[in-house]
């Protein structure tokens, strides 16, 4: 079985400053993640994902992920907030040998001040 | 580049009506899920679809079905509705189990009044 847990379910910042928004999962199997955004009334928007590939990830709007299987972590970071990136944030986990299904965490909402 | 398009994006119903979401994939993605997302809430798994063919299932109520068409498109039937009921509705599609991801469609708004 796999599971995901967002350790925040809100983190504000202001702009310009580093954004860190923490996930920790669970999986019997070696994991995909990956971190979606959903705007306000908006669908869910791949940030990035890991498969297995490198363990430092790129993704868009210049957020990252790492991947830290001895931390069980996939922690998603970016040095600079914008204005723009108020969302909310789910951290999500995928097993490659199990059910074909995504597991969500709870959420992060990001706040960014002026 | 082509989306997952789900339709309608709005549904208004009262209760005990019956309602009905459809769901395009990408072209070539033959794998299809569904997704309840309620207020606040984080997305809860209904059920998913692989090659026309359930693959699992997850916290959907009875009163609700769904099947993959032969061009694999998904519809999600959803009787005797319930004021609960009333949620955003995403569909998602992936090739295969998705190791290459999966792409989200924009959702439909169900409203039971």
């Known amino acids: 079985a796999q599971s995901v847990t967002q350790l925040d379910s809100h983190v504000s910042v202001s702009e310009g400053t580093p954004v860190l928004l923490r996930c920790n999962y669970s999986s019997s199997y070696s994991p995909s993640l990956f971190w979606y955004v959903q705007h306000p009334n908006k669908g869910l928007q791949l940030l990035l994902k890991?498969?297995?590939?490198?363990?430092l990830v790129k993704g868009i709007n210049g957020f990252e992920a790492e991947f830290k299987k001895s931390e069980t972590s996939f922690h998603l970071t970016k040095p600079s907030a914008h204005m723009s990136d108020a969302a909310e944030y789910f951290c999500v986990v995928n097993s490659l040998q199990g059910a074909q299904k995504l597991v969500f965490g709870q959420g992060t909402r990001l706040t960014i001040n002026p | 580049a082509a989306g997952v398009i789900q339709s309608p994006r709005h549904l208004i119903k009262e209760k005990r009506e019956t309602a009905t979401l459809k769901c395009y994939p990408i072209p070539r993605h033959d794998t299809v899920y569904w997704y309840q997302q309620g207020p606040g809430q984080d997305p809860q798994f209904l059920i998913s679809f692989y090659e026309k063919m359930q693959s699992d299932k997850g916290s959907i109520p009875d009163r609700f079905s769904a099947q993959q068409f032969s061009d694999y498109h998904s519809e999600l039937n959803m009787s005797s509705l319930e004021l609960g009921d009333s949620a955003l509705y995403f569909c998602?599609?992936?090739?295969?189990?998705?190791?290459?991801?999966?792409?989200f469609g924009s959702g439909t708004r169900l409203t039971v009044v």
């Open positions: 890991y498969t297995s590939a490198a363990t």
């Open positions: 998602a599609s992936s090739m295969g189990q998705g190791y290459y991801g999966y792409t």
